[in-house]
């Protein structure tokens, strides 16, 4: 069985990471850090926060799709899920997140 894994990326501008679940679908992105370091460090603190449900807030965009943010003890987000056509779908991404977080590997692409 496929693992799910953090893939760091260099772009324009930084470094970003995407959690890939177990079918290599796309779960949570980070914002853009400076440094690869950085975002290692980001990935560390979505495998710490994951596992906590209070750590998720639900939101709605403007077009009424369904998303959630992963925020650190700081109340900084961490992580912003793809978006979901559905309340109870976005609940299911929530849970993914949480079940594949703490165990994902780590693949750097930059």
């Known amino acids: ?3 799910a894994k953090f893939v ?4 324009k ?3 970003r990471f995407n959690l890939l679940s177990t079918n290599s679908e796309p779960i949570l992105h980070s914002e ?5 370091d950085s975002a290692k460090r980001g990935i560390h603190s979505v495998m710490k926060h994951a596992g906590d449900l209070a750590n998720f807030v ?9 998303y959630f943010n992963l925020r650190a ?12 056509s559905s309340g109870a779908a976005c609940k299911n991404g929530i849970k993914a997140v949480q079940r594949v977080a703490a165990s994902a ?3 750097d692409q930059s």
């Open 13 to 15: 501008g930084g470094y």
């Open 105 to 107: 590997e780590i693949e």
């Open 73 to 84: 003890a700081n109340n900084r987000v961490i992580g912003t899920s793809e978006m979901y």
């Open 58 to 66: 639900e939101k709605t965009a403007k077009n009424g799709q369904s």
């Open 8 to 11: 760091i990326q260099q772009g």
């Open 1 to 3: 069985m496929a693992k």
């Open 32 to 36: 853009r850090y400076n440094t690869k």
